[in-house]
């Protein structure tokens, strides 16, 4: 009898064992779920919350402040290029020419009339001019410049600026002849530099801007050729007295290579680093490989 409860008792001992470890199984489970659950809600309401908080905080507003300024030639170019080409199209200006003088003047966009002023050709102020203005010295003491509101109007202005009768006979050139736009510019007193002509065609073949150049047709250039010079009689903007030509001096211009430091460079060139800075407007020592200095004085 004893041997018969105890294999009937067997059975039950065992059912009672299984259902002890499949409730503790299920307790211990149900707190961990709980606890993941509750850490992933909390990271989800306080992103959330954070998300808010930026966007409510931090509100997107447009700036004031001038565009970005390529540092490098390379950047520059491929940056207005494009707008280089319109004015070309609609002006005949070759858009080497304007590029070349935009990475001179400008420093490839470094120099601190374009970083503040968006001037990238060192444009004055004429007594036509109704814009904004910046005041630097250069020639004289606070002079005057002109302030855009993007690079590209700089671009723009730069144009109309050489819509003058002093400029005329350049529109008469082919828009592809860079060299015949480089001799002209100097002879008609755009740069007082006795080598401003040399300057903008070792850019333009140095960087083979040359390449964004169109040529035209016979009609074409006609038809170009007396609208742009009837512009430049009808507007006839009271021209600033040419200024004197300065002594000729030797401008020398230094591209950036790996490895070069301010303090090298004006060793290099007979500078100090104080010299270098001021005369090419750095704020600072930093420099960008295919960057342009001015390393003369």
């Given amino acids: 009898m004893n041997k018969q409860l105890q294999h009937i008792a067997l059975p039950s001992f065992v059912y009672l064992i299984l259902f002890f470890c499949i409730s503790l199984s299920l307790t211990s489970c149900l707190p961990k779920q709980k606890v993941l659950q509750s850490s992933k809600t909390r990271q989800q309401g306080s992103y ?24 490098s030639a390379q950047d520059y170019i491929s940056r207005y290029k494009t707008i280089a080409i319109q004015e070309m199209n609609t002006y005949g200006i070759p858009a080497s020419i304007t590029l070349a003088q935009g990475l001179l003047e400008s420093a490839n966009g470094n120099s601190t009339l374009a970083r503040e002023a968006n001037n990238h050709f060192g444009i004055k102020c004429t007594p036509d001019w109704k814009g904004e203005s910046f005041f630097k010295d250069d020639d004289a003491i606070n002079d005057c410049f002109r302030v855009y509101r993007s690079p590209e109007d700089s671009f723009r202005d730069h144009s109309e600026f050489l819509l003058r009768k002093r400029y005329a006979p350049l529109f008469e050139l082919d828009k592809d002849d860079y060299t015949g736009w480089a001799k002209g510019l100097k002879k008609a007193g755009y740069a007082t530099n006795p080598r401003y002509a040399e300057l903008l065609i070792d850019l333009i073949e140095r960087y083979g801007l040359y ?3 169109r040529g035209e047709k016979a009609p074409e250039k006609i038809n170009r050729e007396e609208r742009v010079l ?4 009808d507007n006839s903007p009271k021209e600033p007295e040419k200024a004197e030509a300065k ?18 460079i004006s060793k290099r060139y007979g500078l100090t680093t104080d010299e270098l800075k001021n005369l090419n407007s750095l704020d600072s020592d930093d420099l960008v ?9």
């Fill in 48 to 71: 959330g919350s954070n998300n808010e908080g930026r966007r409510h905080n931090h509100p997107h507003r447009p700036s004031n402040k001038p565009a970005a300024i390529s540092a």
């Fill in 211 to 213: 390449e964004y150049d």
């Fill in 230 to 233: 009837v512009e430049i009689a």
């Fill in 247 to 264: 002594p000729p001096v030797e401008m020398k211009i230094h591209e950036v290579r790996q490895g070069d430091t301010i303090y090298s």
């Fill in 289 to 297: 490989v295919g960057q342009l200095l001015l390393v003369s004085k």
